[in-house]
């Protein structure tokens, strides 16, 4: 069982940045994927950016440029700077773990953190 929380959301002007934050229980964070998504209000939830357990990163269009996704292994944890912020971006950002352990898929989902950006 692995246990996600999000931290680093908040309200930030249009140009602005933003660290987010998820930190994961258990002893094998490295062995899964991470991605983080994000939903707004009346939309579907997107997937922003994501790095495998390999480091292999890819990212939504529309974040490219603006948006790093990073990961900790030791810290188990994986973070998204987000710089250049658009009101667009203003959403719930969850952070997801997935992969095959044993065996088994396994997929984790925090419980979000909001990020509003408006002036």
């Known amino acids: 069982q692995v246990q996600l929380v999000e931290s680093g959301g908040g309200l930030v002007q249009p140009g602005g940045s933003l660290r987010l934050s998820c930190a994961a229980s258990g002893s094998i964070f490295s062995m899964y994927g991470m991605r983080w998504y994000r939903q707004a209000p009346g939309k579907q939830r997107e997937l922003v950016a994501g790095?495998?357990?390999?480091?292999?990163?890819n990212y939504v269009d529309s974040v490219k440029g603006r948006f790093t996704i990073s990961r900790d292994n030791d810290k188990n944890a994986v973070y998204l700077q987000m710089n250049s912020l658009k009101p667009e971006d203003s959403a719930v950002y969850y952070c997801?773990?997935?992969?095959?352990?044993?065996?088994?898929?396994?997929?984790?989902w925090g419980q979000g953190t909001q990020v509003t950006v408006s002036s």
């Open positions: 790095i495998t357990s390999g480091g292999t990163i």
């Open positions: 997801n773990a997935d992969g095959w352990i044993s065996g088994v898929y396994q997929n984790y």
